[in-house]
């Protein structure tokens, strides 16, 4: 069994999905020990449910899956009701999570819920530094660990995440990238409360682009999970070609936040302090904190490039080779 521990933090929609299939297909480097579901592609309960289909489809049933917390930290569901995903979010992944693919319900069930929390608290302090945790979604999970057991800060455990913009614009306003903007608040404190982490950020994620040559390679393989891959990526890739057609393809937001924690030598980096603005036109925006531009001690490396042609070799054959058995 590998060495190094991964934990991946999912609101699973489609590029989670691509996230687990790299993980899973990355096995003789990492051994994934457990998903944390939280929000924003969707709910936390269809996230989960997402993620135990998908690792049933992939023959994976010993993951565990553990619900995280389901609304962000300033959002209260007795006065506004239960948290939903937007508008945006709904016609970026379809209303099922997965661009309307289908995929049956895995015959499992999930931990128990809001378990997510003490689940990776105990990783972090079981494994240390050989435990890599990637969020790809809300940060608030990942902020009530640290807020809950700041020991965790020096555990020695990796943070790389996907999320926010820090050359480029954000994708759902002017400053502010998707994940971030879900829970701001969450995560300002992630970037501001002394742990390490590494982002992965729109910078490089809309550097690497999947298009429909790469998944008539899975339809071509006969199999339910290139199928189900195809259709799925197939639909992400029509909405990028009808909202942003330079990217050329669909961005491989999640999966490249796996390689780069697997692998930080794909991506090169600049070592920020950074905060998250939390008030008017800005709010969500990721940005260099000016309380901190002059320590040294530089808390999160930012990525600005991105090796994109060994990524999405390294992509195509290792999800290929999975959905082949």
Not at 80 to 102: D, I, K, L, M, Y
Not at 207 to 225: D, E, I, M, S, Y
Request: net charge negative; aromatic share 6%; hydrophobic share 40%.
């Amino acid at each position: 069994m590998a060495a190094r521990k991964l934990i991946l933090d999912l609101d699973t929609g489609i590029d989670d999905t691509l996230a687990i299939a790299y993980a899973l297909g990355s096995a003789d480097e990492v051994d994934l020990i457990g998903i944390t579901g939280t929000y924003g592609n969707v709910t936390v309960r269809r996230g989960v449910r997402n993620s135990l289909a998908v690792l049933h489809l992939f023959g994976r049933d010993d993951v565990p899956v553990y619900p995280g917390v389901d609304h962000p930290l300033a959002y209260d569901p007795a006065v506004n009701g239960p948290w939903e995903p937007s508008a945006g979010s709904v016609a970026v992944h379809a209303p099922n999570g997965v661009g309307g693919a289908t995929i049956p319900d895995s015959p499992r069930a999930s931990e128990p819920d809001g378990s997510a929390v003490d689940f990776i608290i105990d990783a972090a302090r079981t494994y240390g530094e050989n435990l890599v945790i990637v969020p790809t979604g809300a940060m608030t999970t990942m902020a009530t660990v640290l807020k809950t057991a700041p020991d965790i800060r020096d555990s020695g455990a990796r943070i790389t995440l996907m999320g926010g913009a820090l050359t480029v614009p954000g994708n759902v306003s002017p400053g502010a990238e998707a994940n971030i903007s879900q829970d701001p608040e969450a995560a300002d404190y992630l970037f501001r409360c002394g742990a390490r982490t590494t982002m992965i950020g729109l910078d490089v994620t809309h550097q690497t682009a999947l298009t429909r040559k790469g998944t008539a390679v899975w339809r071509a393989l006969g199999t339910p999970a290139g199928d189900f891959l195809a259709d799925m990526t197939d639909y992400y890739i029509d909405f990028y070609l009808a909202h942003q057609p330079e990217i050329g393809g669909c961005g491989l937001h999640d999966p490249l936040a796996v390689a780069a924690a697997l692998d930080p030598m794909l991506v090169t980096t600049l070592g920020v302090n950074l905060k998250v603005d939390l008030d008017g036109a800005f709010r969500g925006r990721t940005i260099g904190d000016r309380a901190r531009l002059a320590d040294p001690d530089k808390h999160t490396q930012v990525a600005l490039g991105v090796d994109v042609p060994e990524f999405l070799e390294r992509f195509m054959t290792r999800i290929t080779a999975l959905a082949a058995k």
